[in-house]
């Protein structure tokens, strides 16, 4: 679905992203692993055309409206929801934004599906953000960027401001959402053992280069590069 071909964003003298080549194949869940300031959101940012690559070229196959069809839950539930906007009004939003709704009857029908579908009650729509837990607070992001009716999610740490607990509850759901609507995920993560719950492919970043890539199993079992094994040695099991 997504072919990222010699891609390349630097920042002054820092190249965030090096020469990256890289597919996304449709309908799969490619995990993208690195520290810290190793590229990875950059990347993300690349993919869904926020910013522009200085150089090579990002072909999205079978995606017409980019913005409509790609989406992106971010890490941090509690900021990236409006505090002053109840929970129906921001899954709403999106709706109203790209017109797909018909009138407010539909927009209502929708964000109660929309609800329903993360596993909340159709009452959340009253809420305020401040009443929700962290991991509910999580699954309305995750209902907002299903709105459009994506085929690409962008899912950049989504588990990793939450309690222990509750990160294995929003890796299911994800799962299970998946496979529902039949979606192509790229799973951004530090945590290799996340990934390797998630995804079918791993690619590691260092650096702004992809220092290896492959199914996930060979990569989880037979690391190549040091940094890798690093990773996987840093990481308790779900």
Partial sequence: MIKINHVTKNYGSLKAVNDVTLEIVREGSLGLVGESGSGKSTLARLILKLIEPDAGTIEHAGISDLRRECQIVFQDPQTSLNPRIRIGEAIAEPLIIHKIAANRMAVDSRVKELLEMVKLPSDYARRWPHELSGGER???????????????????????????????????????????LDLTYLFIAHDLNVVGYMCDRIAVMQQGKIIEAGPTEKILKQPQTDYAKRLIDSTLPI
């Avoid at 588990?159 to 994800?174: E, G, H, Y």
Wanted: overall charge positive.
């Fill in 138 to 180: 999580q699954r309305v992001g995750i209902a907002r960027a299903l709105a459009t009716g994506p085929k690409f999610l962008v899912l950049d740490e989504p588990v990793s401001a939450l309690d222990v607990s509750i990160q294995i509850d929003i890796l299911r759901l994800l799962q299970e959402i998946k496979r529902q």
